[in-house]
């Protein structure tokens, strides 16, 4: 099938794609039992301190009683790898992504991810696959590109054959070029060509401040005689009236102590609804700022912030505070203890090259466009991305964090939107959305999304089993 044929003749390409609709593939079984080094690596990748998968001993206490694995590593235990095994059973989805590939449908983004956990693994449990091919779709217009999404469902069984969990998965296969080039909506009242925003007026009281963002420190004045803190810089210190003053690096880590979101009248350097906000430092001084990375109907007075550098010039950064990330929760959340509403903290997450790269390697995942920026540009991308087995880690680490890690995942269901691409920031946030009792266990269920510049990257949903008391 050449692309040719697939643009005269797509009823007939569909429907070769979909020859094999509900077959399964013969079990495969994974290179490495559960170990504690590929465990390791991933929280390391992750950020996911939970001491269940790495302390033997904070395990022991634990609702497992022994050291068990991240549950969104499910599908990251049976990935291929790097090396292409000869022998490895033919999965009736690999047919349909090879002859996509043929017909000009190289892009390829996962869409949605549906994880069950049936029980927790432990270390030693050496799992084997079995892949069902559910559906292939027509061809479909998307902001991606024209293509075709494939939906998988895969069973986990462990070495005596017991089912330990499933994974419901589907992917978008388009051809590069075809997509919609720009979001009409969010461009209609941007130009395309913004002007930088205004140089900060500097002088020799305030250079110490711009010169410390751009070497990325908060550099609060200082009086030399009395150690007094403040903000803007003035030219004598308020406590003992000394002209001497020098400066100290703070924290950067402050509470909100107040805001104002402006509408009107835009000037077009900045983005809007713009945040500003009043930042109180844990050294007591407070300083106007943008408030990034959060939604205007996220801003909590008395909310974490942390201090990052915006740079606007070559030579300028301008200090500004985005939603801090709030410690993980070491003691467990209990049944009772939750409502339905309740709000998680937002948690932001700086999406890196090497948080991108890591966590794709962690989860085993070696396909190019999540390392190789050449190869994510040939194939329709901007750049690199993050793998949607790291949106999964990511999300169920916030959650996990949240909740505490006695915690249980009973499921992680997630569905992807915009790209996390390297020097963006995603920030998480999510709420309780209900509560019930299932099979003697009870369970809150968790909504959550994870939003970046662009938008939404990730949605969705977990069901977590926690203690009653
Ligand atoms: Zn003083």
Redesign the pocket.
Known sequence: MNKEMADTQPGDFVAQLRRDVGSTSAPSTARDPVNQPMIRHWCDAMGDTNPLYTDPDAAGDGPHGQIVAPPAMLNAWTMVGLVPRDNEPQNPATQVYAQLDEAGYVGVVATNSEHVYHRYLTLGDHLSTVGKLVDVSDEKHTALGVGHFVTTETEFHDQHGNHVGSMFFRILKFRPGTGRTANPESSADQPTERPPRPRPSRNQDTDFFWEGSRVGELRIQQ?L????LQHPPGVR?P??G?TETGYAVVSGKGTLYSYVVAHHPRVPAFDYPLSIGLVELDEGVRLVSNITDCQPDQLRVGMPLEVWHRQTHDDVNVPVFRPARVPPNPATLTFDGVSVGDELPLCPIPITPTLIVSTAIASRDYQDVHHDRDRAIQKGSEDIFMNILTSSGLSARYVGDWAGPHAVFKNLKIRLGAPNYPYDCMTMSGSVTAKREADGEAIAEITFQGQNSRGPHVTGTVDLALPRQ
């Open positions: 009086c005689r009395c150690g007094q210190c406590a003992c000394s």
